[in-house]
Nanobody, 119 residues
Framework: QVQLVESGGGLVKPGGSLRLSCTTSFTFDGFIISWYRQTPEIEREWIVTMDTDGGTNYTESVKDRFTISRDNVETIVSLQMNSLKAEDTGVYFC??????????????WGQGTQVTVSS
C-alpha cells in the first residue's frame, strides 16, 4: 500500500462531482486496478475494476455515475464521480493486483482519500 497514493477527495454537495486519482512510481501495466470505499461502520465495498485489457465492471450502485480510467504514460488511475449521493460518502482506496497464478497474487493498496457528500 505504500506504493500507491490516492488524492482528490473532499466535501461536495449531493449531485456534485469529484475526480479521484491514484498514482504510483511504477507502471500499472499488467495489474488489475480496482477502487473500494469504506466507512468506520461499513465493511469495505468494491466499487469498480479495470482488467489488464481495459475492460471494466462496476457495482450497480455507481453504474452510469462513476467512470474509471487509466493513464499508463502518466502512471495515474482516475475515478470520475458524478451525480454524487450522500451514500457515496466514505474513504476511497485504490488497489492494484498482480496475479501470479491461480491462488497466488500480490495486492497493493493506497492510503485512502476521504469523500464526503453532504448538503
Amino acid at each position: 500500500q505504500v506504493q500507491l497514493v490516492e488524492s482528490g477527495g473532499g466535501l461536495v454537495k449531493p449531485g456534485g462531482s469529484l475526480r479521484l486519482s491514484c498514482t504510483t512510481s511504477f507502471t500499472f501495466d499488467g495489474f488489475i486496478i480496482s477502487w473500494y470505499r469504506q466507512t468506520p461502520e461499513i465493511e469495505r465495498e468494491w466499487i469498480v475494476t479495470m482488467d489488464t485489457d481495459g475492460g471494466t465492471n462496476y457495482t450497480e450502485s455507481v453504474k452510469d455515475r462513476f467512470t474509471i480510467s487509466r493513464d499508463n504514460v502518466e502512471t495515474i488511475v482516475s475515478l470520475q464521480m458524478n451525480s454524487l449521493k450522500a451514500e457515496d460518502t466514505g474513504v476511497y482506496f485504490c488497489n492494484a493486483r498482480r496475479i501470479i497464478r491461480v491462488g497466488m497474487f500480490f495486492d497493493y493498496w493506497g492510503q485512502g482519500t476521504q469523500v464526503t457528500v453532504s448538503s
